[in-house]
């Protein structure tokens, strides 16, 4: 059986971590498939939205496999094969039931959007095990909700959980497990409304102001990303103001 499943339905690329009896805990090995897993992903023009998850229902990944080494070296993606995947303008989703622990929370903060179950918790408890979270999460937390939050999370090694992480703005929504698969699919079929190039741009866009000193200086640069260029370019821009005046449904080709 493989330690990581790929499925494609549509639009939608599910990648599912699949050792629920080690609480998808990543090995060496599995970041190099998950890797390549979303260089898949990212290549190929008829996907659009990827949604990442765990097996069973008591993690969606724990973090890395301390019996397999700590090692510090990942793949070219970085951690989970995500971490340092920056120019990726596709939306990904992060479907956590369950635990989402050390390089597991780390894995769920590089995606665009967490979805959560009522039973999941979230936390990087690396220094109670004499390590430090190399994913990216000491980088992502505080910008997400804010210094003195995320230190108290990263310091303590104190787990939250998903009705918290909601109120520290990590989390986009908490729901019953039993309503978990509803809702992202939601959430899918809503990105999915909009013209692939649009919503590159939009993500595209939004990460890269944040590296502007102020949003002016964001607004004027805007027109150099590149996802914002190929957005301006694209046969789907002219194919929305054609179906506004036409007063029909958009056919979005992704190009």
Same mark, same amino acid.
């Given at each position: 059986?493989? +330690? $990581?499943?790929?499925?494609?339905?549509?639009?939608?690329?599910?990648?599912?971590?699949?050792?629920?009896?080690?609480?998808?805990?990543?090995?060496?090995?599995?970041?190099? =498939?998950?890797?390549?897993?979303? =260089? %898949?992903?990212?290549?190929? +023009?008829?996907?659009?939205?990827?949604?990442?998850?765990?097996? #069973?229902?008591?993690?969606?990944?724990?973090?890395?496999?301390?019996?397999?080494?700590?090692?510090?070296?990942?793949?070219?993606?970085?951690?989970?094969?995500?971490?340092?995947?920056?120019?990726? %303008?596709?939306?990904?989703?992060?479907?956590?039931?369950?635990?989402? *622990?050390?390089?597991?929370?780390?894995?769920?903060?590089?995606?665009?959007?967490?979805?959560?179950?009522? @039973?999941?918790?979230?936390? *990087?408890?690396?220094?109670?095990? #004499?390590?430090?979270? *190399?994913?990216? #999460?000491?980088?992502?937390?505080? !910008?997400?909700?804010?210094?003195?939050? %995320?230190?108290?999370?990263?310091?303590?090694?104190?787990?939250?959980?998903?009705?918290?992480?909601?109120?520290?703005?990590?989390?986009?929504?908490?729901?019953?497990?039993? !309503?978990?698969?509803? $809702?992202?699919?939601?959430?899918? &079929? =809503? $990105?999915?409304?909009?013209?692939?190039?649009? $919503?590159?741009?939009?993500?595209?866009?939004?990460?890269?102001?944040? +590296?502007?000193?102020?949003?002016?200086?964001?607004? @004027?640069?805007?027109?150099?990303?590149?996802?914002?260029?190929?957005?301006?370019?694209?046969? &789907?821009?002219?194919? #929305?103001? @054609?179906?506004?005046?036409?007063?029909?449904?958009?056919?979005?080709?992704?190009?």
């Amino acid at each position: 059986m493989s +330690d $990581i499943l790929i499925s494609k339905s549509g639009a939608i690329t599910r990648i599912t971590l699949n050792r629920p009896g080690q609480l998808n805990s990543i090995t060496p090995q599995m970041h190099a =498939d998950l890797d390549k897993a979303f =260089d %898949a992903f990212a290549s190929d +023009d008829r996907q659009h939205v990827c949604v990442v998850t765990g097996a #069973g229902e008591k993690a969606f990944c724990a973090g890395s496999d301390l019996k397999s080494g700590l090692g510090n070296t990942y793949p070219e993606g970085g951690y989970a094969g995500l971490s340092n995947r920056f120019d990726l %303008a596709k939306p990904v989703i992060a479907m956590v039931n369950g635990f989402a *622990l050390g390089g597991g929370f780390e894995l769920a903060l590089a995606c665009d959007l967490i979805i959560a179950s009522d @039973n999941a918790s979230f936390g *990087l408890p690396e220094p109670l095990v #004499g390590a430090v979270a *190399l994913g990216g #999460g000491l980088h992502r937390l505080p !910008r997400q909700i804010g210094l003195k939050q %995320a230190m108290g999370m990263i310091l303590t090694s104190r787990r939250v959980c998903a009705h918290e992480g909601y109120r520290l703005g990590f989390v986009n929504e908490v729901v019953s497990a039993e !309503r978990l698969e509803e $809702i992202v699919q939601g959430y899918c &079929d =809503d $990105i999915l409304k909009g013209a692939p190039p649009s $919503i590159r741009a939009s993500k595209a866009t939004v990460y890269e102001s944040l +590296d502007e000193p102020d949003v002016g200086t964001a607004q @004027n640069n805007q027109e150099n990303y590149k996802e914002f260029a190929r957005w301006k370019n694209s046969a &789907d821009a002219m194919e #929305g103001i @054609n179906a506004f005046v036409e007063k029909r449904k958009p056919v979005w080709t992704g190009k």
